[in-house]
């Protein structure tokens, strides 16, 4: 699981952005933290970037094809 120290520095969200699955390959829909719904590993992926392959560390066949969904995003800019 995903560290941190300060929880004033995340922020609770009800999105449904957060219930969506996705397959290897597929463009990050935004920068953050993603986790393997089967493996639960977890990868940091930029926007736009593709969301790490079959061959990703940890995940073995017998776990099932790798799903992705995005665990934290990342806020940039002004709010
Ligand atoms: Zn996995």
Redesign the pocket.
């Known amino acids: 699981m995903a560290l941190y120290k300060n929880a004033s520095e995340l922020v609770k969200s009800e999105s449904a952005d957060f219930d969506l699955v996705y397959t290897p390959g597929t463009k990050a829909p935004w920068s953050g933290i993603y986790i ?1 719904t ?4 977890e990868a940091a992926c930029n926007r736009d970037d593709p969301l790490p392959p079959q061959n ?1 560390r ?2 073995s066949t017998s ?1 099932g094809d ?1 799903r992705w969904k995005v665990l934290i995003k990342t806020q940039t800019g002004p709010n």
């Open positions: 393997c089967n493996c639960r590993d990703h940890q995940h776990k790798i």
